[in-house]
């Protein structure tokens, strides 16, 4: 071993308490000196003398060997010479160099500290001191000129500069240390460093000033984490809201954070957005980008804490990004704490990064970039000895993906749920909106050729008064000008909608208001000329399968191909027995066609709906109402707003706890295994 570094670090400061732990950047002072130390070229060991445990244990994580202060070097006039001599004599043998390396210097560069090395390496010099150039003249209390003379002063520009020691580092023979007893012998020679690398920290404002430059002088570097977390207001936004006359609001945000999220999640990294706000615009951006939200919430560091708990999550590997004061507790659980550059200056002192991209114009973006930047490449896994699950590429929806691997497809079926009534039409959108569904559909009839002709002057009570099935079912329809309010209001709530047409006028009529894709009812599985129809269209369609047999499903699969269908196990009963859902239909779906596969749902309460998520179906739709006691016949069977939140919510949950199937011992689980694991041979 040539090159040993020996850096002392006490658990007692008399101006800042524990002060080698205070982090800078997010990390602690002495683990940063190690990690200086480390990328040194040419160091070729990394000593810490310590007499504190906390101390010790960041030193070993952060790489480097520790050897233990004994108490009579550890008070506050133990010399730093007395703390490296100690650490020398651990050793079986003295190196030819000896670098004493302060944690107080939280910016040493690596190169600046190899190039000192060097310099005692090739006999240059006997001893190394970091210093900072300066022109600065000096003067005393009495106004005396210490460097200059008042009367008779040069300018700047044509003396040499002088140097200010910046403590950071001390690069000397280890001989010349154990004759002279001290760091200045022989030949002493100054290895500047730049204005950046020389703040030492003695008291507590020091060290706020030097968390505020770490941003701006610590290196980039990839962020090698499992999670990102972030807020909502100033960071996928610019913190401003557009408020139009009826009071709704808009906000900017970046196409490209889209791409950065989904980058992220094709990695396999886990992405949250959290919110104080209880805001519909929060919401929508979450759908967009097919992650979880957390909203309304008062107090964001317990939130944010059982939520990390749930997840078996290592705090240390999820980066959280904020921007305001109510972001500093959750960033003081993670390992990397990350702010906006116009973040709140709290918050930016806080932070071990501060992005180059402002909120709203590639924030989300950039940080993406650098997490994926340190995720490794794909690593060849052992061929399982049970099939693997089934999955098949996702149909496109507009730009949202649905299939395996793709967040679940929530469909909120509102059908013949609005009784005719436009506004009420416009209330479920927006319980599916507030509930988290990505898209809600209807259905569209042409009476005169839907109803049967038995059927057309049966007389009906209905809240409208007596008249015949036929009078009903045209009073219940929505024509053109309901239809574009319906898209109106879906567009600016963020969803997604189609319908279920029953006849080939409703097919067309659908295609005149540019709907995103088709449902084909179960009722209409057998109507060739309808498939036909919608085949012709060239739009997804998602095919209901509920009382038809393979045959008929064959038959209709044939006429609509497989290139953009989805296919929906279904049991047409109306509210539908448990008993009677068969969900493992799902699976013989998916092996028989080849197709992504979800689930349409008539029962009471959610649990089949669930089961039939862990079972592997992409989308679940599910009739809503605002009151299963209204009149209507979907009515009982569909789910209240409380009841389609909770189903969204929980699906959700499942998408996280399902993983991607791979064995292995998760971070939370090696704290217990290296406490009750018992191994025997």
Not at 89 to 106: M, N
Not at 124 to 146: I, K, M, N, Q, R
Not at 634 to 660: C, F, K, M, Y
Request: one cysteine or more; hydrophobic letters at 40%.
């Amino acid at each position: 071993m040539r090159v040993l570094a020996v850096v002392p670090a006490r658990g007692g400061s008399a101006g800042v308490p524990l002060k080698n732990l205070a982090p800078v950047g997010g990390v602690p002072l002495v683990t940063r000196a190690v990690r200086a130390c480390l990328r040194a070229e040419l160091v070729d060991r990394v000593l810490v003398s310590t007499d504190h445990a906390g101390i010790a244990e960041a030193a070993r994580q952060a790489g480097a060997l520790v050897v233990d202060r004994p108490e009579e070097l550890s008070g506050a006039t133990a010399s730093s010479e007395s703390a490296v001599l100690h650490a020398l004599d651990t050793l079986e043998r003295d190196p030819e160099v000896v670098v004493l390396v302060q944690c107080t210097s939280a910016f040493i560069d690596a190169a600046a500290l190899s190039a000192a090395v060097r310099r005692v390496l090739d006999g240059e010099a006997d001893s190394v001191v970091s210093g900072l150039p300066t022109h600065e003249f000096l003067w005393t209390a009495a106004g005396a000129g210490v460097n200059h003379d008042p009367a008779v002063r040069p300018r700047r520009q044509d003396l040499d500069p002088q140097f200010r020691e910046t403590g950071a580092f001390y690069v000397m023979r280890a001989s010349g240390l154990r004759e002279h007893g001290h760091r200045f012998f022989g030949t002493v020679a100054v290895q500047p460093v730049p204005p950046g690398h020389a703040v030492e920290i003695d008291e507590p404002a020091d060290l706020e000033l030097a968390r505020a430059l770490a941003p701006f002088v610590d290196a980039p570097e990839p962020i090698d984490v499992d999670a990102v977390i972030t807020d909502f207001d100033g960071v996928h936004t610019d913190d401003r809201a557009y408020v139009d006359s009826e009071g709704r609001e808009m906000v900017q945000v970046s196409r490209s954070d889209g791409m950065g999220v989904s980058l992220l999640r094709k990695a396999g990294v886990k992405v949250l957005v959290m919110s104080t706000e209880h805001n519909p615009v929060v919401a929508a951006r979450a759908r967009k980008l097919g992650v979880p939200v957390l909203q309304g919430l008062a107090e964001k560091r317990t939130v944010l804490r059982d939520w990390l708990t749930i997840e078996g999550l290592d705090p240390a590997r999820v980066a959280y990004v904020g921007n305001d004061v109510n972001d500093l507790g959750p960033m003081g659980e993670v390992g990397w704490p990350v702010a906006v550059p116009g973040a709140h200056p709290r918050v930016r002192a806080a932070a071990r990064v501060v992005l180059t991209r402002p909120g709203g114009d590639g924030a989300v973006r950039e940080l993406c970039d650098r997490v994926v930047a340190a995720r490794p490449g794909p690593v060849a896994e052992p061929v399982p000895e049970v099939a693997p699950r089934l999955r098949f590429a996702p149909v496109s929806i507009g730009e949202t993906p649905v299939g395996d691997g793709e967040p679940v497809y929530v469909i909120g079926e509102i059908g013949i749920n609005h009784n005719g009534d436009v506004d009420l039409a416009r209330r479920l959108i927006d319980v599916a909106a507030d509930a988290g569904c990505q898209a809600v559909k209807f259905q569209k009839r042409t009476p005169s050729i839907c109803v049967p002709a038995d059927q057309r002057d049966r007389i009906r009570q209905t809240p409208w008064g007596e008249m015949t099935y036929l009078e009903y079912k045209e009073r219940t329809e929505f024509g053109r000008d309901e239809y574009l309010q319906i898209a109106k209001h879906c567009d600016e709530r963020g969803l997604h909608w189609f319908a279920s047409p029953w006849d080939v006028p409703s097919v067309d009529f659908l295609e005149e208001m540019d709907v995103l894709a088709h449902k084909v009812a179960s009722a209409g599985v057998a109507d060739h000329e309808l498939l036909r129809a919608l085949a012709a269209t060239g739009k997804p369609v998602i095919l209901s399968t509920g009382m038809s047999t393979l045959a008929e499903i064959d038959r209709a699969v044939e006429i609509l191909g497989t290139g953009k269908l989805i296919m929906m196990h279904a049991t047409s009963t109306y509210p539908l027995p448990p008993e009677e859902a068969n969900l493992r239909t799902i699976t013989t779906l998916k092996e028989r066609y080849g197709v992504p596969v979800g689930y349409s749902g008539h029962e009471r309460g959610l649990q089949v709906s669930l089961a039939a998520v862990t079972l592997g179906a992409v989308c679940v739709e599910r009739h809503i109402t605002l009151d299963r006691t209204m009149w209507g016949s979907d009515h009982a069977a569909s789910l209240e707003p409380a009841g389609l939140e909770h189903l969204v919510r929980d699906i959700r949950i499942i998408e996280q706890a399902l993983g991607d199937g791979v064995k292995r011992v998760f971070p939370g689980e090696e704290a217990p295994k290296a406490r009750l694991r018992r191994v025997t041979v």
